[in-house]
């Protein structure tokens, strides 16, 4: 997914070497995924469920434009 | 301690030989060990991590290995916003946002593998409507997957 849009990026972390992330993150099953710190969800996804998760944090409406007074 | 098998080098060799386009830099993020190590500053899987890294990319032309070291470097280390170590970047025309932290064994190694080659041929395993819906992105979305190597 990264590959698809410059705005995401995509870390694998090793946890075993990181206990102090899996503490922060509450790691207990992996894989877990954590998106900007607020999706999170352990196990694999199917494609559309994952794309889901990342629109929901990855898009926002555009603001509509002001009109002229 | 040879990491990847005589039988795997030859394995990797003739999948990388088939499926490598693009050239791919493996970024290496690390620290060099010395007698004087300050606490919070040693990286223990740090020398086997480069050992890895140097047998998989010496099994193809394609690959090439930068080093870096996380406590001097700062300024590659920012550039490519590097967190901790032992950390690996990949990067193939100037894209570099797939990142690898900890010492690719077991499963994330497959996972780096599938990295360096989808990064390489730049052919994505999404549907196509996955992908026009991710063209839509427009703010930062940072993806971390927390693994173990068993």
Known sequence: MALENKLISADVVEVQEFPNLARLY?????PKTVINDVVQFVGSLPEDQFLEKVMQVGYREPEPAEDGA | MALISEQ???DLKRRFRKELKKDVTINFFTTTPSPLTLPGRDCPTCPQTQELLEDLTSLSTKL???RYDFFSQT????DYGVERIPAIVLEADGSSRLKYYGIPAGYEFATLLEGIITLSRSVSPLALETRKKLRKVNQPVHIQVFVTPS
Request: aromatic letters at 0%; zero cysteines; a neutral charge.
């Open chain 2, 8 to 10: 795997d080098k030859a």
């Open chain 2, 75 to 78: 300024k590659e280390r920012d």
């Open chain 1, 26 to 30: 509450n790691v207990s099953g992996v």
């Open chain 2, 64 to 66: 090439r290995l930068e």
